[in-house]
């Protein structure tokens, strides 16, 4: 076939060379199974292993050989046999079919002699990954590190950092949000025992030990943590701590307490000064663009998610667009396709790209692509899918190198092989596992599936734009459903629609990335080019994040993932069967649609939600407030945030409300106003009105960010403060002006929480927000004491704390008393207590904790109530 292709290098296509070459996918496999396993063994489990693989690995070589001798039975006898060989482990499949006429008549020679050699050298592979790993995880545990953790011992240490810092995701932790913090990989290198309570004091010991470092913010995005390089040496005062077992590859966790700068003894190298200097340019070339802009573009390019919001971290979870933001291979393919030719033809010819235009010869190009390759790894710094795609890039240049034909699939296995044995803590990497997965699928299942829908009609590009997106999603779901007990129903169209913008946005990416050191006001104009195709995937993360029915919650399980492998398994074959019927298939992707997007009108008919005319509705946001006064047709004033923006946001969708003309937040604890980012989201926002005492200082602090960002006017409630918007008309009862004679001195923010009482079409409520005693007595003897009698609906402070006025209670004397709380929450709230008072008074009292959402609408005796 390729004598009569007329050509030097024979056919070009490789789908017309023979069966595709998997014999290094199951020693790749064994290995990767056994580093997993024996990273943590006991020392004497893992020398067995290595002994009895060793053992049997050359013994079947030498039965092999043997046979290969004295065995008449394959065709010719030995000389058959050894072309057999040549043939099936040389050329693999090079000369198929007539090219080798020998091994066309050696079919008893393959059978023979192939098992053995690939059942010996999948034992070896296991030896060898066994040997690694067993030294690997040796490591973790020589040395004077592990014991000092388990003693929490406070130790003066000499460590080299070995990642980019990057700062904690903001945790709500009740009523605060938890203290930021920077994490740093880092190796422990001479460290001296400063508790002279545990050993040698100050006695300096060598080692090499890796640890996790944690450093206290206080000024997170201005800590001088952020700014330290890999490879920069320190000096830091610490306590060791033990780490959790399994998974990453540390033995300690090392705890810098204060805000003290970092002791720098020893400079990075310079090849981390040159990358951090690119890094800093590129960052510096975005300042001007949007947030989103500002935000994705270092991350698209180099990983540098350190400007990224957490709800737009969210947004891209939400859609399986995250990794985009971690490097992945399809960075170093799109430069790579410069030099040797876009992926579509890389299996066509050698010769693509940028390199034969400009004259490279072979050798040249596989030399500047190996040099783009190592430039790739350092700049985004070596993580798991960094080294898979440098490592597949490589083999694929030593192919190009040699002038033999590129096979991916070896290559990934060689890749995979590789990695596992240079580093085996890979093979517990679940971004190590999903980088592999998708490469995999992308060169096993996308190829089939495109030519399916090509033959259906469907135009090249989008056939394989879509069957990529459907490939890797079908088998990195059921490890993403692992990671995050959640299946994204929108992560195909998402990815899809993404895909058109990766490449240009990559491209001007690191076209900025490389001019910024040496002229600014051309990466500049280059990061504004990229800003555009960068939006665009912002917007899609956070359209599809948005919609009601964008993913469905998963067990996070293993047993999990395989009933999600099974169900995908299902649906592709239903599917492949449903396409050839066209009316069938339509009508199954309107289905999809609406169970995707829930049209508002379409779900109140079937659910009941929201009820018709509601005028109040409470929304379950876990442990904290989130409410709704009606104000009209997708109109609504809404009392407090929650605590989790993506709750609150899906709760005002589910409401149907566009429109907020006045948000109030009761007080500062993150409980109430940590959601604020997701009220905001695509919503039009008249204004926010706060409290005037503004503590936690860094949550008023976030507010007023979160404000200025959308350009939305912060006011202060004060009592005797009159609103209307429609039929709602509402009072501002507490805080009083400073000069008053009811003004306490709060003892924390809770006293000075914003108290409304509205009226809505007859309806009387009243919102205390997380008043406590001191406050609610103050308030009976204000003049809006008289105004308290007899409400319709409560809104119970505190989310029905045992710390409430009984006197307040009884003069309120609600006909309905709402409670809202998270499920199993460490504060035991609701009290029995407030809630046995609120019954003896006559309330129906519902909780969020066990009724979900809770809407109130009609007025006196018509009062209904509908949940969630």
Excluded at 471 to 481: F, H, N, S, W, Y
Excluded at 827 to 832: D, L, T
Aim: proline share 8%.
């Amino acid at each position: 076939m390729h004598a009569a292709s007329g050509r030097r290098l024979g056919a070009a296509h490789p789908r017309e060379e023979g069966p595709v070459d998997l014999r290094l996918v199951p020693p790749a496999l064994a290995a990767w199974v056994t580093a997993a396993v024996t990273v943590g063994a006991p020392p004497g489990w893992v020398t067995a292993v290595v002994a009895v693989c060793v053992t049997a690995g050359v013994g079947l070589l030498v039965a092999e050989r043997r046979g290969g001798r004295g065995s008449a039975g394959c065709g010719r006898g030995g000389r058959a046999e050894a072309e057999c060989g040549r043939g099936a482990l040389g050329s693999a499949g090079r000369e198929w079919g007539r090219g080798n006429r020998g091994e066309a008549k050696c079919g008893r020679g393959w059978s023979c002699s192939w098992p053995r050699v690939s059942a010996a050298a999948a034992l070896l592979c296991v030896a060898a990954a066994a040997a690694s790993a067993g030294l690997h995880g040796a490591d973790l545990r020589r040395g004077p590190v592990p014991s000092l953790a388990r003693q929490y011992a406070h130790v003066t240490a000499e460590v080299e950092i070995t990642s980019d810092p990057r700062l904690t995701r903001p945790r709500i932790n009740g009523d605060h949000s938890a203290p930021t913090a920077v994490l740093m990989d880092a190796e422990v290198r001479r460290m001296a025992n400063a508790d002279r309570t545990h050993g040698d004091g100050g006695t300096d010991v060598v080692t090499r030990t890796p640890v996790l470092m944690i450093v206290d913010a206080r000024s997170p995005r201005g800590s001088p943590w952020l700014a330290v390089l890999p490879s920069t040496r320190l000096r830091v005062s610490a306590r060791l701590a033990p780490a959790l077992s399994g998974g990453d590859r540390i033995a300690a966790v090392l705890r810098v307490r204060g805000s003290v700068p970092p002791q720098v003894v020893g400079e990075p190298s310079g090849a981390q000064r040159f990358a951090g200097r690119l890094r800093e340019g590129l960052r510096e070339a975005t300042d001007g663009l949007a947030p989103d802009a500002r935000a994705l573009l270092p991350g698209l390019v180099v990983g540098d998610t350190s400007r990224v919001t957490p709800e737009l971290d969210d947004a891209f979870k939400a859609t399986d667009l995250t990794h985009l933001l971690a490097v992945s291979g399809g960075n170093l393919t799109i430069l790579l396709a410069l030099f040797i030719g876009p992926p579509g033809l890389a299996q066509r010819a050698e010769r693509r790209g940028l390199a034969p235009r400009f004259g490279v010869p072979l050798r040249g190009t596989a030399l500047l692509g190996a040099a783009v390759t190592l430039g790739f790894v350092i700049v985004c710094r070596p993580d798991p899918s960094v080294l898979r795609a440098a490592a597949c890039g490589g083999i694929a240049l030593l192919a190009i190198a040699t002038g033999r034909r590129r096979s991916l699939i070896p290559a990934l296995a060689a890749a995979v092989l590789l990695l596992v044995l240079y580093d085996p803590w890979l093979s517990r990497s679940y971004g190590f596992l999903l980088s592999v997965l998708a490469t995999g699928a992308l060169l096993t299942l996308a190829p089939r599936w495109s030519a399916a829908l090509r033959r259906r009609r469907v135009p090249p590009r989008p056939a394989e734009a879509l069957a990529a997106a459907a490939a890797a999603q079908a088998l990195c779901a059921p490890v993403v459903a692992v990671l995050s007990a959640r299946v994204s129903l929108v992560a195909v169209p998402c990815n899809l629609l993404a895909e058109f913008a990766v490449a240009p946005a990559t491209v001007l990416g690191f076209a900025t990335l490389a001019t910024a050191t040496v002229a600014m006001p051309a990466a500049k104009a280059l990061a504004w080019c990229a800003s555009w195709p960068v939006r665009w995937i912002a917007d899609i993360a956070r359209s599809g994040a948005a919609l009601p029915g964008g993913g469905v919650e998963w067990p996070g399980s293993w047993t999990g993932a395989l009933l999600l492998a099974l169900v995908t398994a299902v649906v592709l074959v239903v599917g492949r069967r449903l396409l050839r019927y066209p009316w069938l298939s339509g009508a199954c992707v309107v289905l999809f649609l609406l169970v995707v997007v829930q049209p508002p009108p379409l779900t109140r008919v079937i659910t009941g939600w929201p009820p018709p005319g509601w005028r109040f509705a409470m929304c379950d946001v876990g442990q904290g407030d989130a409410t709704v006064l009606a104000a009209g047709d997708g109109s609504g004033v809404v009392v407090d945030a929650g605590p989790d923006p993506v709750l609150v946001d899906r709760c005002l969708s589910a409401l149907g409300i566009t429109r907020i003309p006045l948000v109030v937040l009761t007080h500062f604890h993150a409980d109430h106003v940590a959601g604020l980012p997701g009220v905001l989201r695509g919503r039009s926002v008249g204004a926010i009105e706060t409290t005037g005492f503004e503590d936690p200082p860094d949550q008023a602090e976030f507010v007023r960010r979160e404000a200025a960002a959308r350009n939305i006017p912060v006011t202060r409630a004060v009592a005797g403060e009159r609103r209307r918007t429609g039929a709602l008309d509402w009072r501002v009862l507490w805080p009083p002006p400073s000069q008053s004679p009811l003004a306490l001195t709060p003892d924390g923010p809770n006293d000075a929480s914003v108290t409304l009482l509205v009226r809505s079409a007859g309806l009387r409520l009243l919102l205390l927000g997380d008043l406590e005693p001191p406050a609610q007595e103050a308030l009976l003897r204000s003049p809006a004491a008289a105004d308290l009698a007899s409400v319709d609906v409560l809104k119970v402070a505190h989310h029905g704390s045992a710390y409430q006025d009984p006197e307040l209670m009884r003069r309120v004397a609600p006909r309905l008393a709402l409670i809202s709380c998270g499920a199993d929450n460490p504060y035991g709230h609701p009290a029995p207590s407030t809630v046995a008072a609120l019954r003896s008074g006559g309330a129906m009292v519902l909780r969020s904790d066990q009724d979900g959402a809770i809407a109130v609408a009609g007025a006196g005796g018509g009062l209904r109530v509908a949940t969630d």
